[in-house]
């Protein structure tokens, strides 16, 4: 198993990001992905997460009417568009893939939101 995060970078409060999650190794369409964030100097915590044909996706009341949970599982690929950002959201951001109770994680990719 193996997931990929990519679209992390320095951005402007009010500025919009699309983080990326490639994933390999197991049968993607099969199973419910999930975005969370590291704040520095806290606790890793669930973002979002998304059911395999994407017909349900459920947020954090911290990002909801803000951020957007997506798959493609053409592309074995989840995303995290995420509008409006602000100082607050700056973390590390991670996707987690859950297969046969085993928790696998993507390497992270840095959101920094600062004037």
């Known amino acids: 198993v193996q997931l990929v995060e990519s679209g992390g970078g320095l951005v402007q409060p009010g500025g919009s990001l699309r983080l990326s999650c490639a994933a390999s190794g197991f049968t993607f369409s099969a199973y419910g992905m999930s975005w969370y964030r590291r704040p520095p100097g806290k606790e890793r915590a669930l973002v979002a997460n998304i059911t395999s044909a994407g017909g349900s996706t459920n947020y954090a009341d911290s990002v909801k009417g803000r951020f957007t949970i997506s798959r493609d599982n053409a592309k074995n690929t989840v995303y995290l568009q995420m509008n409006s950002l602000k100082p607050e959201d700056t973390a590390v951001y991670y996707c987690?893939?859950?297969?046969?109770?085993?928790?696998?994680w993507g390497q992270g990719t840095q959101v920094t939101v600062s004037s």
């Open positions: 987690r893939a859950k297969l046969s109770g085993i928790d696998y």
